[in-house]
Structures are given as structure tokens and as C-alpha cells.
């Protein structure tokens, strides 16, 4: 439809600044400033990066919260700042004729295409849990990713497994990570991530050719470096240890923390309380409910989302920090009690071993 | 082979034709399609290609987390499994909600309903009548005029179409077709003029850019969306419009927030998509194919309680009743906790039932996954050529009613409220009807599909406007009560309960079922609008509403499966919510 | 050997003697540890399960805060208070190192720490005679208090570099506990256990000190006030 440049241009932004941020682009890919009319030329002529967007186990929310981009639309990202030319949520062709495009892809732009996925596949079954083609997913994604350029890891399922992935995981869903071990990998998480920050990283990736920051487990650190508790706007009542005891009580009512009802948002790495959902216009905590921690790994398997303290499965019955520690306490406890009184029935007074010399020295002693 | 079936004439002699995968739809599935000399249809598989085990995983769970892993059964029906998971939780327990969190649930329902239908009519199913290529030869002017002869819809100057199609040649010329490319542009099944074509294109962009707005009333409510937050016992935002601290709660901004979005979808759908569908529709209302089971067997619960708490038919503002046999001055009671009414069947699902279990009521439902296909398979497990629809070919279960296979969505609740003489679901039709100068018979079939689903669409924006003035009388009478907490503790449940949710979701009846033991989860069903559809046969061979849609369908050319993809898309297929 | 009883009045008339154990150092960190790590108990429990909310305005109050700033201060303390202590290994007495060196690789070690659980099991007659820790005593402060508080101040580093920030001292050395153990929710939840294990030492130790100083023939609470062990027989 039309370059870079043009869409730029239809948003407003003049020539000047265009060459502006070309020439920011520069500096920061640590070009230099004779690089700034390259850029542009580039953005200017260049064709439209092919992205392949796979869809393995998953609920195509990811898609569905990507077309909810508001800055830039999803209308421009996909006609016209890249080119989509694989997804099966959207594509006109099928069967035969759509598979034709994964291949010709692939060949005609080897090493020079985006895979994005959604979804992971599963392993069990020979991978016949998802099967696209007749043949399992996992071969499929295996095959496209091989000449991939970098590869884009959508929501919690891409990058983590998901619900699917949650406990006892009856298909063995797996995140991409482990199916795709020689590509650049950028995670994406949340269940689903944000539409913006979908598409600011889509936008990123195309702008300076390269995959963001990571953190340490892949995320983008310029929307998962910090907490949602962090930058909640509920956090002054935290700190003043004012909460929500109950769901519609008179703290709930004031916009009070969540914690006690079990917000997630002091352990979650996402953006939702500085970008927002949906243009802006709320996010989970904003709307009265607790952050259940949707983009951050495993989160299914924690307990119940209404529980401050975590679920422990490692001891036989669910039970939490406190139960397991407290009982371990009250153990140790109640022997103290018992050996106590057992020592004040046998004797009044303790002699030592009088044959025994005291050991002195600390530690040089043994081995003497 | 060639047997019949409800009607259908099945034969598998002629040439198999495999679509696979079926894109333009939520998840994974396959059709294969047998085609006689005439390239007709006489025979249809359809084959759920994924399953993920949401069942299995809700085992041992907390009943009041379960909404949020059943919300995640489908990002596209975003919200519809909670709803459902949280009433069946509530129907278990005996818990009953506020007024406020009836009313807003039914908004965010009905948000869903129209978001989805208008979604899937613009982004999955336009491109099944709308040729985008011949769009490029319209004539700006003309489509100024067309346009402008349907609807007041403000976007309709010839400068924007010119605009329009100049971006689009440009798009054409660059080479790089991005989705549109191998599409199958030219094929003689499309009917439509080049100036219907691009002003169909226009608002296929005008509505990807409008949804995002329709569903900002779940993230006022819900948090975000896709998969807005939900409670058991009511809605988890609290309201506060006069107090310190509303601006923590929903408050008179969020209210009218809420308030214009209803607005704006209203017009949205009233001005460009119900114009859109009778104009496309008037080109293609000779081509009846499609209507499957629609004529026989349909199958509503009934959504949208009017009152908190009472989801008895009489209280419900979507229908609730079945029909079979086509006999439609009969609607029979639905009754989902009638072990004779509802039952699964996996005879040729990838499931095992313990030994000589035939059908279970899904209170006794089990799901236990089991892949093998049958011996007339052509090709190997994992490199699957042509299907044996002889043994297990599908990840979805065959649910039936009183024995017999349903179909269920937007045309089954309006064929319902239509038999029922309901004036609000009758009178729409009648009018389409006339607009089209088509019988009421043309309501069997793909076109009257989709739209049952347009008027839905509008209907249900509406009632969202209907709730919304509820809910600011509700609290303008002082009741800002928005959660029950009473049996939030699961220490003041029974030791063993049992329950069942329903809704009606956007593409059709949605039943959850669920039994608690200890305050856990024992067993969790679901029984998907597209599991309804998708249905793979029975022991008696009885095909599914997907399978019956494509029986008799002439394919214009025999390897562009245009028409199947119509006519499935039609249903507006969900496989992840099928399979779950 | 005599039974039990028998000799006493003879043990009454024994010498006293005593030896110099803990030097100062030891004595004033011990108190100050014990001091911070109840504070860190404590206010970690009402991190996890914080007290019933106060009314008024969030300005009004900063209970949470509070309590988080205790916990962190008390952290800081344990954890510079460990450094030093670690410091003192070095250069202090010989009972200085026997905190962190248990002899694991000794026989005779291994022995008579049978001895020592057979005499608290009421098996043994008399326990034996050590100027330091004997070694069940050892072996406790080992398990559960040197690598219990290692663990507890590398996990709540962690999780207090998440509140400083990427790139932080205590992200840049502790962040990759995160990940190791899952995600922060994860942390979190060993980090309270630990502080389960903590109480369950603390309340163990505590026991074996008063009842051997109330009980036996030689001091050990005034031990750790004075540094003197005082043996009776
Ligand atoms: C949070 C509470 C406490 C902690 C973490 C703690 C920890 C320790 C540690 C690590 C040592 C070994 C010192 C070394 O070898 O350098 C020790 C020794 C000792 N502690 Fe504590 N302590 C605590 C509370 C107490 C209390 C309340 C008492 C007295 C009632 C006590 C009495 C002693 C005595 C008597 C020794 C010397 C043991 C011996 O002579 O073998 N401690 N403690
Ligand atoms: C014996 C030592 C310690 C004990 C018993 C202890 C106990 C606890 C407990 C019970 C929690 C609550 C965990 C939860 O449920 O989320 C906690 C949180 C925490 N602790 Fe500790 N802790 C100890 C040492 C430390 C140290 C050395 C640090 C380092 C600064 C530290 C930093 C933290 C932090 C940052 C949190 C999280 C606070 C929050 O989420 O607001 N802790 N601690
Ligand atoms: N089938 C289905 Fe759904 C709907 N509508 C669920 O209940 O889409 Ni995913
Ligand atoms: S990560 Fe969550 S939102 Fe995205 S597809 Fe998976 S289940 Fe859906
Ligand atoms: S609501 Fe959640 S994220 Fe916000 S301050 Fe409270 S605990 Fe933190
Ligand atoms: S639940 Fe998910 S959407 Fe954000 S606030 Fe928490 S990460
Ligand atoms: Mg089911």
C-alpha cells in the first residue's frame, strides 16, 4: 500500500522530522550520521518485510488483541509497515494455496523474513494435537523457522506454554524456545500482551532491524523491566496498608490495593499499569480485580488467583508458605515442649562425662 | 459408500478435494469434500484439528479461578466461557448476584456479541463474496453514489474512494499482496459489482478501526480485553459515583464512557454493516446454498436475563427452546441438567469413553484423549492425506440433543424466536426478507447464516442500550451493590455440589458443567457452540451442521474452494472453543 | 561407669573452670543478628499477610511502608552483619571458624555427634565436654543457620532488586535467582518458607540453650554475654 515514509507522512509527521528520526535511528544503531540518508532511502523504497504469523495450540486472542492497536492501527502495521503474508486468522486462500505461500516465502526471502508466533505446539501424540497440513504443527514451525530472520514469541503461549501448558499439561504443549534453539527469540508475554506494545515492538523490529533489549528471559525491557506494581496508581494505598478485604466493601469502593484479594501485580513484569489496555482506557486493576500475573511464566499453577500466598504442590495436598512453615514450627514446637518435660521427669541436673576432657580449640581440635 | 442421513444423500465415489487448513476462522480445521462429475458436493468431512484439554486441566482447581481458564478456551468469544463458567459455579453453590452485575454482564455479553459478529463479517467472512481485486476497476463516483443510496454513513465522498482505491493500487502494484495473497480473485462465484467491491473494501478497514472501540466497555468493566476479568457472585468493579475515591471505581466518567461507546457501535452497525450485508446480499440472493441442519434441527438455551437471577425462558431475552424434524410450531423445553436431553458421543472423536458407555450426559461427562485413525486412512498418522470418516477423525466430540444433531448460533436463535412469534427477532427477518424479495425459505441457507447474524448484531446493540439505562436507574434508585460475598469462602460450601452455566455465545448455545467435591473442581464439561456445528458423525452416521452445510454445494471451479469456505465461514467456526 | 545420681555430691566439690569463647565481636553480633532477624520474622510475616486496613486517607498512613522499610533495614543488617562475621572467621579465635567449618570430613566428628543425639535422645548418659558448639549444635547452626540465612539474604536481595530496578547492585548480582526459580512469585514463596525455617532453628536453638544452661553444669546464655564458658565438674 504504501512505505514507511508514506504512513509516516499520512500521520502527519513532516519531511524534517522523518529525516530526524532517520538520523536518530543512525546514532542509535551506532551508525553515525552518514548513515541518516540510507535509512531513508530505505524506508522510503524498500519492500515491506515479510512476517509469518503461525498459529500453533492457542486461543487467538493475540491476534485478537493486535488488531486492537490503536497507535499505530493494526490497518497500517499490517498493509502497510510490514507485509502479512501468512496468517490463517486472515488470509484469503486456504488449504493448498495458503501452505504455497508459507514455502515461497521462505524460499524467496530466506534469512529475511519475521516469524511471529502464536501459540505453542504440542509434543505428545507425535505432535498430532495440532495439526495443520496433515502433519503435526511442530514440524511445520520447525521448518518455517529454519530461515527466519528473528522470531517473535506472542503471548504467554508462545513463550511459556499457557494455559494448555498448565498442569498435567495433557498434550505436552511446549514454548518455542525449545522447538526453535538457533534463532533470536524476542517474548512477548500476557494472556494476551498488550495490542501497543504488540505492535511497538512489531514497529521497533522494522525500524532498527533488530530484535529490542531482553531481559534476562527474553522480554523487552522498554515494557517488561518493571512491575505493574511498581507504577500502580493503587500503590500509595499499599504503602499506607489500606486494602480491599472483600470484593465490593468500602475499600474497593475507594479504589484501594488489591493485594489482600490476591493481586499478582508486586511479582508481574508488564506494562499494564503505565501503557494501559485498550487505548488507555483501564487495566485489570483499574477495573477492580487483582493482576493475576498473565504474563509471567507458569502463572496457572500458583494457587488460586484470590490467594496472597502461593500454592505449594510439592507437599501431597495444596496447602501455602504459611500452612507448610507453620507446621513445621508447631512441630518443632510442640518436641521442644515434650523433650523438656521428658528432661525435667529423668533428671534435675545434667552432669557431663566426667572422663572426657573438654574439647577445646573450636574446630583445630578434630582430627586431633 | 452411499448411505442417507437426515435427508442427505452421502456418497463418496467422486473426487476427494482436501482444504486443509481452513483459514479465516478461529483455530485449526480440515473439510474434505467428495465432489461428483458436476463438481457437487457429495460427501463432507470436517475435522477439528487441535485439542488442547482445558477439562482435563480444570480438574482439582479452585471453582472460583475457573472462569479465568475457561476464559481462555477462546480469545475470540472473549468472556462467554467465563460468564458461563461463573453462573454454573453459582448455579453449583446457590449464589445469587446483584441487579447491577446481572446488568452489566448482559453489557459485556452483548458487547461480545456485537464486536464478534461485526469481526467476523468484515475480517472472516467478507472475503468470500467481496472480490478486493476488482475493486481496483470501480468507478469512484458511482460507489460515492451507491454508498450514499444505502445509508447516511458519513464516509462516502468520491474523493475518499478515490482516495481509497488509489492506496489499494498502489498496494496491488507494489507486488506485495500481504493477505490477499492467493486469494481467488476472478473466481465466477463472485457476484458482486467493482463499486460493491470497494466500497465493501473501504469499511473492511473502517471496521478494523471501529472495533477496537466497541469492546473499551470490557476493559471499563473487565480490565482489558481479549479476556476481560470476572467473579463469582457479581462483577468485580465496584461502583462509587458519590463518593471520595470514585475515581477508583465506576464512576459518572466511566458511565458515560460506556454510554458513548453504545452509541457510536449503534450507528457503526445500523449505518455500514446492516447496509453492507442486504446490499451483498441482494447480488447473491440466488445463490441459496448451505443450509445444512438449519431447516431440521436448531438448538437455543436462551441468554441476556432481563432480572438478576431468573434464568427461566420467560426471563430471558434470547430465546431457549429446540426444534427437530424442521416442525417449527413446535418448540420443545430445553432442560440441560436432563440426562435424556443432552449427551456426547465419541464414536468418531479421538476420545475414549469407558467400556460400553455409548452417550454421557456431560454432570458424567469424561474426556480422555485418545488418537488413531481409521483403516481406510491414505497416508500415516502424522502425515494424514485423506481421512477415514469410517473411524475417529475428529478432536470434537458428537453432542446431541434427544438423539439428534443440532445446529445452533445466531440463525438457530432467530429461526427460534421467529417460530415463537417473537416481534423483535420476526419482524427484522420479514423486513430482510422483503428488502430481498426472498421467501422465508431462503432463511435455510449460508446468506440467511449470515444474516441472522447482522441482525443479531443490531439487536444486540440495542439491548445494550436498553441495560445501560438500567444500570444508571438501578443507581440512581441507590443501589451500587455490584458483588454477593456470602458463600465466597469455600468453607461455607457443601461437601459435594453440582452445577450447570449457559449463555448464548456469539455463535450459538454454550453449556459449562461442572461438580465440586471438598471445594474443588471433580469434573468440568464443556459443550461449545462449535462443538455443536463442528459435530463429527454419530454411530448412526448422523453428520454434523458443518458436514450437512456443504452437502449439494456446486463448486464453480473445482480447485478454489471459494463456496466451501462461504459456507463454513457462514457458522463462523471456532475450533479452539470446540475442542477446548 | 556411675549411674546417673549417684555421684553428685562428689561432682558438687569439682573446680570451676573457664575458657574464653566468644570474643566480643561474636557476642555483639550475635545479639544484634538475633535482634534483626526477629525484626525480619516478624515484619516478613505481615509482609505476606499485612494487618487489618486502616481508615483515612493513604497520606495519613505508611504502615506498609513501614514495616517494608523495617524488613529491608533488618536485611541490610543481617546481611553486612554476616560480611563481618565472616570477617571475624578470619582473624578471630579459633571458635570464631567453627560457625561456617564443620569437620564434615572427620570420623571422630561424625561419632561423637551420634554421641550428642543418642544423649538427647535420653540414650546416653552423659553429654561430653566442648569449650565451642558440640557438634549436633555445629551441625544445626551450619544447616539451618549459615545456609538458611545465605539463602534468605540471596533470595531477598533479589526480590529487592526488583523494587530498585534493572541494573541495579542488588538486580545485577541476585536477579538471576528469579529466573532460576520460576518467576517472582516463586521467590517469594521460598523466601516466606525460609522464613519458616528460620523460626523452626531459632525456636529449637533457643530451647537447647536455656536448657542446658538451666540444666547442665556449664554456662551457655551467659556464654554469649560474657564470652566465658564456665564448666562445673
Ligand atoms: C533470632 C534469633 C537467634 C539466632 C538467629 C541465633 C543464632 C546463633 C548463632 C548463629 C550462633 C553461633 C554463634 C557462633 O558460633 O558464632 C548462636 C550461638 C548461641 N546463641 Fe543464638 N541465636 C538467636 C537467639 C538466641 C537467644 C534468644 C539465645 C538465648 C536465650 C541464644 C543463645 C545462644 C547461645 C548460648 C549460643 C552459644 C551456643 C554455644 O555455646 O554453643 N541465641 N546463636
Ligand atoms: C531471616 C531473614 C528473613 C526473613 C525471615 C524474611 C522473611 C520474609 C517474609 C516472610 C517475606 C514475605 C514473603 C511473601 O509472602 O511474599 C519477606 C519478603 C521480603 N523480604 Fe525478607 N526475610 C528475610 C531476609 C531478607 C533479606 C536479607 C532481605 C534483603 C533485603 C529481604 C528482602 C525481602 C523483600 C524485598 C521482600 C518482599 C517485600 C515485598 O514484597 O514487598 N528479606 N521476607
Ligand atoms: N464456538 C464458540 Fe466460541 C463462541 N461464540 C464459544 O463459546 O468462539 Ni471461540
Ligand atoms: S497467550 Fe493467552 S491470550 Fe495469547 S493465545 Fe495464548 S491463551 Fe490466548
Ligand atoms: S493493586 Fe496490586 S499492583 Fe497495585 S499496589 Fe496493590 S498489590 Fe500492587
Ligand atoms: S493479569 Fe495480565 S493484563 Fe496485566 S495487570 Fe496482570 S499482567
Ligand atoms: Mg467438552
Known amino acids: 500500500m504504501e512505505t514507511f515514509y508514506e504512513v509516516l507522512r499520512r500521520q502527519g509527521i513532516t519531511r524534517r522530522s522523518f529525516m530526524k528520526f532517520c538520523s536518530l535511528t543512525a546514532t542509535s544503531l551506532g551508525l553515525g550520521s552518514a548513515f541518516t540518508g540510507k535509512i531513508a532511502h530505505a524506508l522510503e523504497t524498500k519492500p515491506r518485510t515479510p512476517v509469518l504469523w503461525m498459529h500453533g495450540l492457542e486461543c487467538t486472542c493475540c491476534s485478537e488483541s493486535f488488531i486492537r492497536s490503536a497507535h499505530p492501527l493494526a490497518q497500517d502495521v499490517v498493509l502497510s509497515m510490514l507485509s502479512l503474508d501468512y496468517d490463517d486468522t486472515l488470509m484469503a486462500s486456504a488449504g493448498a494455496d495458503a501452505q504455497a505461500i508459507l514455502e515461497e516465502i521462505q524460499q524467496k526471502y530466506k534469512g529475511n523474513y519475521i516469524l511471529a508466533v502464536e501459540g505453542n505446539p504440542p509434543l505428545n501424540e507425535d505432535g498430532m494435537f495440532c495439526i495443520t497440513a496433515g502433519k503435526p504443527f511442530v514440524e511445520e514451525l520447525k521448518r518455517v523457522a529454519s530461515d527466519a530472520k528473528m522470531v517473535i514469541a506472542w503471548g504467554a503461549c508462545a513463550s511459556y506454554g499457557c494455559v ?16 526453535i534453539t538457533d534463532k533470536p527469540i524476542v517474548r512477548v508475554p500476557g494472556c494476551p500482551p498488550i495490542a501497543e506494545v504488540m505492535t511497538a515492538v512489531v514497529t521497533y523490529m522494522l525500524t532498527f532491524d533488530r530484535l529490542p533489549e531482553l531481559d534476562r528471559t527474553g522480554r523487552p525491557k522498554m515494557f517488561y523491566g518493571q512491575r505493574i506494581h511498581d507504577k500502580c496508581y493503587r500503590r500509595p494505598h499499599f504503602d499506607a496498608g489500606q486494602f480491599v478485604e472483600q470484593w465490593d466493601d468500602e475499600g474497593a469502593r475507594k479504589g ?6 490476591g493481586c499478582k501485580g508486586p511479582t508481574t513484569y508488564n506494562a499494564c499499569s503505565t501503557v494501559r489496555w485498550n487505548e488507555g482506557v483501564s487495566f485489570p486493576i483499574g477495573s477492580g480485580h487483582g493482576c493475576i500475573g498473565c504474563s509471567e511464566d507458569g502463572f496457572w499453577d500458583k494457587g488460586s488467583f484470590y490467594d496472597r500466598l502461593t500454592s505449594i504442590h510439592q507437599f501431597g495436598i495444596e496447602s501455602n508458605a504459611d500452612q507448610v512453615g507453620g507446621t513445621v514450627a508447631a512441630v518443632a514446637g510442640t518436641a521442644v515442649a515434650v523433650h523438656a518435660g521428658l528432661t525435667a521427669l529423668k533428671r534435675s541436673r545434667v552432669d557431663h562425662d566426667k572422663e572426657f576432657p573438654v574439647r577445646e580449640g573450636g574446630n583445630g581440635q578434630w582430627g586431633k | 459408500m452411499s448411505y442417507e442421513t437426515q435427508g442427505f444423500k452421502l456418497d463418496d465415489s467422486g473426487k476427494r478435494v482436501v482444504v486443509d487448513p481452513v483459514t479465516r476462522i478461529e483455530g485449526h480445521m480440515r473439510v474434505e469434500v467428495n465432489l461428483d462429475s458436476q463438481n457437487v458436493i457429495r460427501n463432507a468431512v470436517s475435522t477439528g484439528t487441535m485439542w488442547r484439554g482445558l477439562e482435563v486441566i480444570l480438574k482439582g482447581r479452585d471453582p472460583r479461578d475457573a472462569w479465568a481458564f475457561t476464559e481462555r478456551i477462546c480469545g475470540v468469544c472473549t468472556g462467554t466461557h467465563a460468564l458461563t463458567s461463573v453462573r454454573a459455579v453459582e448455579n453449583a453453590l446457590g449464589i445469587q448476584i446483584p441487579e447491577n452485575a446481572n446488568t452489566i454482564r448482559n453489557i459485556m455479553q452483548l ?20 472480490d478486493v481485486v476488482s475493486a481496483l476497476k470501480a468507478d469512484p463516483k458511482a460507489t460515492a453514489e451507491l454508498a450514499q443510496g444505502i445509508s447516511s454513513w458519513g464516509m462516502s465522498s468520491t474523493g475518499y474512494f478515490r482516495d481509497l482505491q488509489n492506496r489499494l493500487q498502489k498496494f496491488v502494484e507494489s507486488g506485495q499482496l500481504g493477505p490477499f495473497m492467493n486469494g481467488y480473485w476472478g473466481n465466477p462465484a463472485y457476484k458482486l459489482p467493482a463499486e460493491a467491491n470497494l466500497m465493501a473494501v473501504a469499511h473492511y478497514l473502517q471496521a478494523l478501526d471501529f472495533q ?13 480485553n481479549p479476556h476481560p476479568n470476572w467473579l463469582v457472585g457479581g462483577v468485580p468493579c465496584p461502583i462509587n459515583v458519590h463518593d471520595t475515591g470514585a475515581v477508583g471505581a465506576i464512576n459518572m466518567e466511566r458511565l458515560n464512557l460506556v454510554s458513548s461507546i453504545i452509541d457510536q457501535t449503534i450507528e457503526f452497525i445500523d449505518k455500514v454493516y446492516i447496509p453492507d450485508l442486504l446490499a451483498i446480499a441482494s447480488f447473491y440472493k440466488d445463490w441459496l446454498y448451505g443450509g445444512g441442519l438449519s431447516s431440521q434441527c436448531v ?3 436462551g441468554d441476556i436475563p432481563d432480572k438478576a437471577n431468573d434464568y ?8 431457549r427452546g429446540a426444534i427437530t424434524g424442521g416442525d417449527l410450531s413446535r418448540i420443545q423445553e430445553v432442560d440441560l441438567a436432563d440426562p435424556e436431553q443432552i449427551q456426547e458421543f465419541v464414536d468418531h472423536s479421538w476420545y475414549t469413553y469407558p467400556d460400553g458407555v455409548k452417550g454421557l450426559h456431560p454432570y458424567d461427562g469424561v474426556t480422555n484423549a485418545k488418537f488413531e485413525l481409521g483403516p481406510k486412512l491414505k497416508g500415516t498418522k502424522t502425515n494424514i492425506q485423506e481421512i477415514d470418516e469410517g473411524g475417529k477423525y475428529s478432536w470434537i466430540k458428537a453432542p446431541r440433543w434427544r438423539g439428534h444433531a443440532m445446529e445452533v448460533g445466531p440463525l438457530a436463535r432467530y429461526i427460534i424466536g421467529y417460530a415463537q412469534n417473537k416481534a423483535e427477532f420476526k419482524e427484522p427477518v420479514e423486513k430482510v426478507l422483503k428488502t430481498l424479495d426472498v421467501p422465508v425459505t431462503a432463511l435455510f441457507s449460508t446468506l440467511g447464516r449470515t444474516a441472522a447474524r447482522g441482525l443479531e448484531a443490531s439487536w444486540a446493540a440495542h439491548k445494550m442500550r436498553y441495560f445501560m439505562d438500567k444500570l444508571m436507574a438501578n443507581i440512581k434508585a441507590g443501589d451500587s451493590s455490584t458483588a454477593n460475598v456470602e458463600k465466597w469462602d469455600p468453607k461455607s460450601w457443601p461437601a459435594t455440589a453440582r452445577g450447570v452455566g449457559f449463555t448464548e455465545a456469539p455463535r450459538g448455545a454454550l453449556g459449562h458443567w461442572l461438580t465440586i467435591k471438598d471445594g474443588r473442581i471433580d469434573n468440568y464439561q464443556a459443550i461449545v457452540p462449535t462443538t455443536w456445528n463442528g459435530s463429527p458423525r454419530d454411530a448412526q452416521g448422523q453428520i454434523g451442521a458443518f458436514e450437512a452445510s456443504l452437502m449439494n454445494t456446486p463448486l464453480a471451479v473445482a480447485n478454489q474452494p471459494l463456496e466451501i469456505l462461504r459456507t463454513l465461514h457462514s457458522f463462523d467456526p471456532c475450533l479452539a472453543c470446540s475442542t477446548h | 561407669m556411675l549411674q546417673y545420681g549417684e555421684r553428685q555430691d562428689a561432682a558438687r566439690s569439682a573446680t570451676v573452670k573457664s575458657i574464653y569463647v566468644y570474643e566480643a565481636p561474636v557476642r555483639l553480633w550475635h545479639w544484634v543478628n538475633a535482634l534483626a532477624i526477629t525484626v525480619l520474622a516478624v515484619t516478613g510475616y505481615f509482609i505476606g499477610s499485612p494487618l487489618p486496613t486502616m481508615s483515612g486517607e493513604a497520606s495519613d498512613h505508611f504502615v506498609m511502608g513501614y514495616i517494608r522499610f523495617a524488613h529491608f533495614a533488618a536485611g541490610y543488617v543481617v546481611a553486612i552483619g554476616l560480611l563481618v562475621r565472616i570477617y571475624w572467621a578470619f582473624v578471630g579465635n579459633a571458635y570464631a571458624r567453627e560457625l561456617f567449618l564443620p569437620p564434615f570430613f572427620t570420623g571422630q566428628w561424625w561419632r561423637e555427634l551420634l554421641h550428642e543425639i543418642r544423649w538427647y535422645a535420653f540414650l546416653a548418659p552423659y553429654p561430653l565436654k566442648y569449650a565451642g558448639h558440640n557438634p549436633l549444635a555445629q551441625l544445626m547452626m551450619f544447616m539451618f543457620f549459615v545456609v538458611g540465612v545465605v539463602f534468605m539474604i540471596v533470595t531477598g536481595f533479589a526480590l529487592y532488586g526488583e523494587g530498585l530496578g534493572q541494573g541495579s547492585w542488588a538486580d545485577t548480582m541476585f536477579g538471576w535467582v528469579i529466573p532460576l526459580f520460576g518467576q517472582s512469585q516463586d521467590v517469594h514463596t521460598w523466601h516466606h518458607l525460609g522464613m519458616w525455617a528460620m523460626a523452626t532453628f531459632v525456636i529449637l536453638h533457643v530451647y537447647a540453650a536455656i536448657r542446658e544452661d538451666v540444666a547442665s553444669r556449664q554456662s551457655l546464655v551467659s556464654t554469649m554475654v560474657s564470652g566465658f564458658r564456665m564448666f562445673k565438674d
Open chain 1, 164 to 179: 494448555q501448558a498448565a498442569k498435567p499439561n495433557p498434550t505436552q504443549a511446549t514454548p518455542i524456545h525449545k522447538v
Open chain 1, 256 to 261: 484501594y490495593c488489591l493485594y489482600k484479594v
Open chain 2, 111 to 130: 458487547t461480545l456479541q456485537a464486536h464478534d459478529h461485526l469481526v467476523h463479517f468484515y475480517h472472516l467472512h467478507a472475503l468470500d463474496w467481496v
Open chain 2, 212 to 224: 477496537k472501540e466497541i469492546v473499551k466497555i470490557h476493559t471499563i468493566f473487565g480490565g482489558k
Open chain 2, 299 to 301: 438448538l437455543s438455551y
Open chain 2, 312 to 319: 427461566s425462558a420467560a426471563n430471558l431475552m434470547l430465546p
